[in-house]
């Protein structure tokens, strides 16, 4: 169990309780090798404070949480893989995820359709999506982009059965997103969904599922609330289903 892990099983914490943990978050390698007492001067707290935290934390006292934390560092040192390989690796899965797919009746719904709409749920999905609806501009589909969510809400209420949409997400999950999906699904619109390898509510509802691999790059950031969403093969899987339209539709 890592700490961020610990963290969340505890019910309430003291502000002087929130400095300590701040701290330690941010300087786990620091922190491994000071005492109770220099870590209490550098967050002007004590180590009386240091000691309640730790066992609030579940160890018998601020020793056994270090060796906790040394542990942590240790596999995070010892595992960690660079950048490069992850990429390469991801790539690898995602192309192999793409031809377990047969993507000729996802692009026969959008050579079919009389309205394709496309949504992005953030910012990195809302790019690739452009590039999508551009790439298949060139072959004389005009796919329209909806910008946020007030629009997908504005195009749930008109949409029609031989309309299609392929919404772009990176986590697959979001209560507008599934709210919305589901009337989609009610309105028997062809829903494809382009997500990360994982099982989300978008998938479950979709007609048709796209999926590539992205893995987080690890230590980044030692702010467990911090993501750093890669996209690399987000576009290798539009790029794919583009490719495949332009193969076996495109006159």
């Given at each position: 169990?890592?700490?961020?892990?610990?963290?969340?099983?505890?019910?309430?914490?003291?502000?002087?309780?929130?400095?300590?943990?701040?701290?330690?978050?941010?300087?786990?390698?620091?922190?491994?090798?000071?005492?109770?007492?220099?870590?209490?001067?550098?967050?002007?707290?004590?180590?009386?404070?240091?000691?309640?935290?730790?066992?609030?934390?579940?160890?018998?006292?601020?020793?056994?949480?270090?060796?906790?934390?040394?542990?942590?560092?240790?596999?995070?040192?010892?595992?960690?893989?660079?950048?490069?390989?992850?990429?390469?690796?991801?790539?690898?899965?995602?192309?192999?995820?793409?031809?377990?797919?047969?993507?000729?009746?996802?692009?026969?719904?959008?050579?079919?359709?009389?309205?394709?709409?496309v949504f992005g749920t953030d910012w990195g999905e809302r790019n690739t999506a452009e590039f999508l609806a551009r790439n298949f501009m060139s072959v004389g589909i005009y796919m329209t982009i909806?910008?946020?969510?007030?629009?997908?809400?504005?195009?749930?209420?008109?949409?029609?059965?031989?309309?299609?949409?392929?919404?772009?997400?990176?986590?697959?999950?979001?209560?507008?997103?599934?709210?919305?999906?589901?009337?989609?699904?009610?309105?028997?619109?062809?829903?494809?969904?382009?997500?990360?390898?994982?099982?989300?509510?978008?998938?479950?509802?979709?007609?048709?599922?796209?999926?590539?691999?992205?893995?987080?790059?690890?230590?980044?950031?030692?702010?467990?609330?911090?993501?750093?969403?890669?996209?690399?093969?987000?576009?290798?899987?539009?790029?794919?289903?583009?490719?495949?339209?332009?193969?076996?539709?495109?006159?």
């Open positions: 169990m890592r700490l961020e892990e610990r963290i969340n099983q505890v019910s309430s914490f003291s502000n002087i309780e929130y400095v300590l943990l701040e701290y330690i978050i941010s300087a786990k390698s620091k922190v491994i090798h000071m005492q109770a007492a220099e870590l209490a001067q550098d967050t002007y707290t004590s180590p009386a404070s240091v000691t309640r935290l730790s066992q609030k934390l579940g160890f018998s006292g601020f020793n056994e949480f270090k060796f906790f934390l040394k542990q942590e560092v240790n596999e995070r040192k010892t595992n960690k893989t660079k950048g490069w390989h992850l990429l390469q690796t991801d790539i690898e899965k995602t192309i192999n995820l793409i031809e377990e797919v047969n993507l000729l009746p996802i692009n026969r719904l959008i050579a079919e359709a009389k309205n394709v709409f909806i910008p946020s969510i007030t629009e997908l809400r504005w195009i749930c209420e008109k949409i029609q059965k031989d309309d299609v949409i392929i919404i772009i997400s990176y986590s697959g999950e979001g209560k507008d997103v599934t709210e919305l999906s589901q009337l989609l699904k009610l309105k028997k619109v062809k829903i494809i969904s382009v997500t990360p390898l994982t099982k989300n509510q978008l998938s479950n509802l979709s007609s048709n599922n796209l999926y590539y691999q992205a893995t987080q790059l690890e230590g980044v950031s030692e702010d467990p609330n911090t993501e750093y969403n890669l996209f690399t093969t987000l576009h290798v899987v539009l790029d794919a289903l583009f490719r495949n339209y332009f193969d076996n539709f495109y006159l």
